[in-house]
């Protein structure tokens, strides 16, 4: 994946990621996905990196992770269900055709 962002420092990319993060409410992973990296490097720009450049912005991106990680639990049991609803509806579907 070509990195469709330049920047002309790693604070600047934190910074960057981090204002992204607090317009949208975004985890780690979507965030990594729009700028084109990992999801390791993002957490360590918006905890550690963005902390000595910015203590405000941190506190504040630290309020979004914190939100995150309290439903992360929620989002995961949302995809469980959707994927086996996927599966029900899969199995039906199939034997609907083989019994006409």
């Keep these: 994946m070509s990195n469709r962002y330049h920047w002309n420092s790693i604070a600047e990319r934190a910074e960057a990621e981090a204002h992204y993060m607090l317009e949208t409410g975004c985890t780690v992973r979507a965030c990594a996905e729009q700028f084109g ?48 609803e996927k599966r029900r509806r899969a199995r039906l579907a199939a034997a609907d055709k083989g019994g006409k």
């Excluded at 720009?45 to 939100?67: H, I, P, S, Y």
């Design 37 to 84: 990296t990992s999801k390791s490097t993002v957490h360590k720009d918006v905890t550690e990196r963005l902390r000595r450049e910015n203590a405000q912005l941190w506190a504040a991106v630290r309020k979004v992770l914190g939100v995150n990680l309290r439903e992360r639990h929620l989002r995961g049991g949302d995809a469980t269900r959707r994927m086996y």
